[in-house]
């Protein structure tokens, strides 16, 4: 079983890596961790419990006893069991039931995340409404399950009630309805579920292989050029291989091309089916390079087989085929330096055409569709301890991710499947971390993005659900081309954990959208609280 996306947990134990030089045997590139992993990591880093300071001490135990059934019940880490409420729940902080036999290991948690806000001008509240239950546990420590079942019901705020106006997409959501609350007579609500649910099976020591519906992340960013857990969960098959300093990723999803609300026809929602391979290896442990390659295909609801084919780069398959499918190939670095500093790196390809750079009549191609990505983690900033900072720059030429048949484009559910502006942009951003002590956590962030939007009438590339195949020009593309805009986003998160896993929220959100078309801008100013159990929230940046 993983780590839910979005943990604190990554943070945690990437800041410790970086900072001892201690490595587990993840691959930091490939989320979700394996809780086996994590916990095998916080055993090794035991021996290190003398010279590390009391926050980190802490946030170590808190991920033993999140993977208690992967720990030697001997080591100092955990924390005792105790009689219980009842004496069945709660023996241990991080877990409501749980059941420990040679042949099951089983453990059931509560998810609620309710939160109320304000928004500047808007005279109705902003509310989130979350309840869940999350089960995990292992047969014979050979077969692995997981299921996490969400209800969710909010509104949301201005930005992302346009989109849904827009597009008919709630992001990160599938299937939806509206909602009407039954005290408050409210507007613009949504109601749906979340359900992340597979099972895992031991292959042999090296290889394992999942089966079901969840979401995934590529890289050491705050975005990924190559695929993101920003959207709805994909119905997946997973083959993962580790071996020395190789870990290489088959990834098989099942998609849909438009939402719910979008099906032209009605009924049962058309399909289309992603091939995803991603290498990585590990020159040492401090440095590694990865490759990445993603082929996107249309067949009225028939996988072609020949795409199980697990060898990574088979542009010659596709192209065996004769087949108009959407390919994708990528590279990604990562390098730890000076015990201190983490430096990372996307490249994303669609389309090139080398002409273009020699000869001036053909600049601006607008079939270069690439993408890139930069980004420097820096940690105990300045000498101050559990201060973090990050800066990431990102830029996605106008068109990439998109196709000449749109129904080929790299989405799910109207939604992009890497970085959720989707295409023809430049983005910057800035994150602070700061962890005062074990209970409080603060993380500030400020985004600032160029952009352009499509007309009514034309594709100037920033939609990757879009055809390609008509579009206002071939040369001359650059990147924030259609309507000017630029977009500036402030937010400050501040969490005290006051029991295991429970948290109070405090967050605030400014975002500025200035177009050079004035009926498109749009401030948003809210302000909200709430309380959240066994939840991980994901900003929704955009």
Do not use: C
Not at 282 to 291: D, E, F, N
Not at 470 to 476: E, L, S, T
Request: hydrophobic share 35%; aromatic share 14%.
């Amino acid at each position: 079983a993983g780590v839910p996306m979005r943990s604190n947990v990554y943070d945690q134990l990437e800041r410790v890596q970086v900072l001892t030089g201690k490595y587990g045997a993840e691959h930091p590139e490939l989320k979700f961790w394996s809780r086996k992993d994590l916990a095998d990591h916080a055993q090794s880093l035991d021996s290190l419990s003398p010279y590390l300071d009391k926050t980190t001490q802490e946030n170590l135990s808190d991920i033993a006893n999140d993977n208690s059934e992967f720990i030697d019940p001997a080591i100092k880490l955990l924390d005792p069991p105790k009689r219980g409420i009842f004496g069945w729940f709660y023996k241990t902080p991080a877990h409501f039931f749980e059941v420990s036999t040679p042949a099951l290991r089983l453990r059931i948690n509560p998810i609620i995340d309710i939160a109320l806000g304000s928004q500047k001008g808007d005279p109705e509240l902003l509310f989130t409404n979350r309840r869940g239950i999350e089960v995990r546990g292992d047969i014979d420590r050979r077969v692995f399950f997981s299921s996490t079942i969400i209800e969710n019901q909010e509104r949301l705020p201005n930005y992302l009630t346009d989109l849904e106006i827009q597009k008919k997409i709630v992001p990160g959501a599938g299937v939806y309805k509206y909602y009407r609350g039954s005290i408050f007579n409210l507007t613009q609500s949504y109601d749906y579920w979340l359900a992340n649910a597979y099972m895992g099976f031991k292959i042999s020591k090296h290889v394992g292989l999942q089966l079901g519906h969840g979401n995934h992340f590529l890289g050491n960013g705050y975005r990924s050029l190559f695929l993101s857990d920003f959207g709805a969960n994909t119905f997946f098959l997973k083959l993962n291989t580790r071996v020395w300093r190789f870990n290489y990723q088959n990834l098989f999803m099942e998609l849909s091309p438009v939402s719910y609300l979008n099906n032209p026809g009605g009924g049962i929602l058309p399909k289309k089916y992603v091939a995803a391979h991603y290498l990585n290896y590990k020159l040492t442990p401090r440095l590694s390079a990865g490759i990445f390659e993603a082929t996107v295909l249309n067949r009225s609801r028939q996988f072609e087989f020949q795409y199980l084919n697990p060898v990574i780069l088979y542009r010659t398959v596709e192209a065996s085929l004769g087949s108009p499918d959407n390919v994708l190939v990528g590279f990604d670095a990562r390098w730890d330096v000076f015990k201190r500093v983490r430096l990372y790196g996307q490249f994303i390809l669609d389309e090139f055409l080398f002409s273009a750079l020699t000869k001036p009549e053909q600049k601006g191609w607008w079939g270069n569709k690439f993408g890139v990505q930069t980004g420097i983690k820096y940690f105990n900033a300045f000498g101050v301890k559990h201060l973090d900072i990050q800066g990431e720059y990102n830029l996605v030429r106008p068109y990439t991710y998109s196709h000449f048949d749109s129904l080929n484009s790299y989405t799910h559910y109207g939604q992009p499947l890497a970085h959720p502006l989707g295409s023809n942009f430049k983005e910057v951003i800035a994150i602070v971390r700061y962890q005062p002590s074990h209970r409080w956590t603060m993380a500030a962030r400020l985004i600032h993005i160029k952009t352009g939007d499509n007309t009514l009438t034309e594709n100037w590339g920033t939609d990757p659900l879009l055809s390609n195949k008509v579009i206002p020009r071939d040369y001359g593309n650059v990147v924030g081309q259609g309507t000017a805009a630029q977009i500036t986003l402030a937010g400050l998160d501040v969490s005290w954990q006051f029991y295991h896993n429970m948290f109070l929220d405090l967050k605030y959100l400014n975002r500025r959208k200035n177009s050079d078309k004035d009926d498109l801008d749009l401030n948003t100013n809210l302000i909200s609280g709430g309380v959240r159990i066994n939840f991980w929230h994901q900003n929704r940046d955009l």
